[in-house]
């Protein structure tokens, strides 16, 4: 059986998270579920409900979201660029292996709302700040 790959923040704490990967985590898993296809929805959707209700599901939404390269890497920026934990930094190893036009983001220049492409031929999405079709293109730094 193929082992699932998890996002690089997880080796670093060796699958100890802090409230706030948990938090930052579930957060843009509930961000990007609008957006994924069936069955990866309804999956997702049930783990989050799960999460709302109490149980930890952190691990179980990580293994869900890491089959996917687009998703684990858009995944793993999101929780990194939420989270303020000192000394963390990307993992070396393969950094090209998804490119920048891998992902959808907001036109408006002040916005930095981004989605992983899941497969090529896709609909873009709205952004949900500004309701606007998202383009193909760089991931926007938050400052």
Same mark, same amino acid.
């Given at each position: 059986?193929? %082992? ?14 802090s ?6 985590t579930?957060?843009?898993?509930? %961000?990007?579920l ?10 997702? &959707? ?13 691990i179980?939404? !990580? ?5 996917q390269?687009?998703i684990?890497?858009w ?8 989270? &303020? ?12 292996? !998804? ?17 992983p492409? !899941? ?25």
């Amino acid at each position: 059986m193929k %082992k699932k790959r998890r996002f690089s923040f997880l080796k670093i704490y060796c699958g100890i998270m802090s409230p706030t990967q948990t938090n930052a985590t579930l957060l843009a898993a509930q %961000k990007l579920l609008q957006h994924l296809p069936e069955p990866l929805h309804h999956q997702l &959707s049930d783990l989050l409900e799960q999460a709302e209700q109490g149980q930890d599901t952190t691990i179980e939404v !990580i293994d869900l979201l890491s089959e996917q390269d687009n998703i684990r890497m858009w995944m793993d920026d999101q929780v990194s660029l939420s989270c &303020s934990t000192k000394g963390y930094g990307r993992l070396g190893g393969n950094s090209t292996a !998804i490119r920048a036009s891998y992902l959808w983001v907001c036109p408006q220049n002040d916005c930095t709302y981004s989605l992983p492409v !899941i497969q090529e031929g896709e609909d873009p999405p709205l952004c949900l700040q500004h309701n606007v079709e998202m383009v193909r293109g760089d991931s926007k730094e938050q400052s």
